[in-house]
């Protein structure tokens, strides 16, 4: 199908951006991010045909809804929304340095969806359990959250990369120099915690909603609704640590990088337990 070329295709640009991004901070060439925002932004759009055309696709096969209902699809739709989030922040930002942490997240994940073995990349008609006009709301806000989670995370490592090279690197390091402030790492880290907490907080939800809908209770403490709750704890006792404990730096990242670490488990790790929700 002309959408999966276009997507392993996709691919091999958002490579070729994280390259530039790399590029940008080694050389400190401002041409290098120029190229790598546009390579991204190309890979955005052709990404967000393909999924379009697999949309269109479904329909054509008289088996019509939108391309969140597998595994596959789910991987290529959180790679969007990490993309898509990360260029609305350097738009915003004016400021590229992130993209060499982003990018290869975005990268990945396209790239697992591609080879991975057992991942089925066809259009197929939903469950009956899937059969819902919730279905769209749910897998968006979820993958939102998990986007800004993501962006948490990269700005965390942003942080401890920082850290690990010193005071005398950033001196005569271009890569080092282009690094935000650790102030301006706080409180974008921050910002991307809150936001992500409430797309997540949004995808329990309407994820609520629709177990009523499916299978007739609200929770049933499956372990994707466990570890969803378990990711949801961690980030609401970071942004409380940093509201009122006055969390900043070092364990910010930490908490970051954890948060996410639960974020993958919740999303990756529980697919290899019982589950109904197994056929994400």
């Known amino acids: ?123 197929e008609p939903l469950i009956p359990a899937l059969q819902s006009n919730w279905l769209t709301s749910h897998v968006l806000t979820c993958f939102m959250g998990y986007a800004a989670f993501t962006v948490a995370f990269a700005l965390g490592i942003m942080f401890f990369v920082k850290k690990a090279a010193g005071a005398e690197s950033s001196q005569t390091s271009a890569f080092i120099r282009l690094l935000p402030a650790d102030s301006i790492l706080d409180e ?13 907080t949004l995808g329990i939800i309407t994820g609520s909603v629709w177990a009523h809908y499916a299978w007739g209770s609200y929770w049933s403490w499956d372990p994707k609704e466990t570890w969803s709750l378990i990711t949801w704890l961690i980030y609401a006792l970071m942004l409380h640590a940093h509201n009122v404990r006055g969390w900043r730096g070092k364990r910010m990242a930490i908490m970051a990088v954890i948060g996410f670490g639960c974020v993958l488990f919740t999303y990756l790790g529980v697919n290899l337990l019982p589950s109904l929700h197994s056929y994400m």
């Open 188 to 200: 974008l880290m921050y910002q991307c915690v809150a936001l992500g907490f409430v797309f997540l």
């Open 1 to 123: 199908m002309i959408n999966t070329t276009i997507l392993s295709a996709v691919t091999f640009i958002y490579f070729a951006a994280f390259v530039f991004y790399l590029f940008r901070m080694i050389l400190g060439r401002e041409f290098w991010g120029k190229l790598a925002t546009w390579t991204a932004l190309i890979g955005l759009v052709a990404q967000s045909v393909a999924l379009v055309i697999r949309w269109k696709t479904s329909y054509d096969l008289g088996i019509g809804h939108a391309p969140l209902s597998n595994f596959y699809e789910s991987l290529i739709f959180f790679a969007w929304t990490i993309v898509l989030l990360y260029l609305a922040m350097e738009w915003r930002l004016k400021n590229r340095s992130l993209g060499a942490f982003v990018l290869p997240v975005a990268f990945l994940i396209m790239a697992y969806a591609s080879i991975a073995p057992g991942i089925n990349n066809r259009i």
